[in-house]
């Protein structure tokens, strides 16, 4: 059985792929760097589970640790505020 957390980044990555836009990809490899490295450095402080939201710069703008186990799930969305 796969791991749900790379199984979420596989998935992502398959549709910044298939967006064919150089942009998102490059956007994709930042974020997924980013959040794989903010996970790795978290993952023994974490209890159950972790809430992380990550802009496409690649700066942290949420990251919650949660004492109870959560689903995981990934949003990717352009959204121009």
Known sequence: MENPLKERFKKLKEYAEA???K????TY????DQADQHIHDLQADMQKGLILIIDSEGSV???KILQVPIETDFQWRNSRL
């Open 29 to 32: 490899k930042s974020v997924a």
């Open 19 to 21: 967006s064919e836009s």
């Open 61 to 63: 703008l949420l990251e």
């Open 23 to 26: 942009d998102e990809l490059k």
